[in-house]
């Protein structure tokens, strides 16, 4: 009877999907975007019931490795690296092991990125490198006769880098704009 063993393996897969799947991971359709991947060439795959992990595609990328800090937020500094997507189509999502001259760092994780765009992951933090956000502000007059007060902001980044080499920092800050319709901020 064909719907019977059809209606059987719909039941098997709903129960490893009941399961769930391991950390970090999800299933590969999604309302982010519909792509049919194709892979590069045949694979075996056990029918044990469990959840197996198949390689698609490989790809070649160069990373850029920078740091990052947010030091209005956290003075901490974070290792990241950025690729440009190299398939004609999004990565799936899920967790990404990252080797470092063939050693295992960590595992970071990889977002939905549209093809062509840039795939970013922070690999942890830092401590080599410190950073401290000194503020400052100095009150002056202002207008025709001076009589309003304008408050002159400082704001002083400082970097030690006890690393062996020279590294490339992006410091995210907010910067304050004055609002459409307004002239003073």
Known sequence: DVLAVINKAVQSAGRVERRGLPSGCRWAWSEDYDYAYAAETTVDVPSDGDIHSV?????????????????????????????????????????????????????????????????????????????????????????????????????????ANNTSGAVELEARERIPVVPEGEEEI
């Open 55 to 159: 390689p698609l595609l490989t790809g070649k990328a160069t990373p850029r490795a920078f740091y990052v800090v947010v030091p209005r937020e956290s003075t901490d500094v974070f290792r990241t690296i950025r690729v440009e997507n190299p398939f004609a189509a999004p990565p799936l999502e899920g967790p990404a092991d990252i080797y470092k001259d063939g050693d295992f760092l960590l595992t970071s994780a990889v977002k939905f990125t549209p093809p062509g765009a840039a795939i970013e992951l922070g690999l942890g933090v830092e401590q080599r490198i410190k950073v401290s956000r000194n503020t400052s502000f100095r009150e002056d007059a202002a207008g025709l006769i001076g009589g309003s007060r304008a408050l002159d902001h400082h704001i002083n980044i400082e970097v």
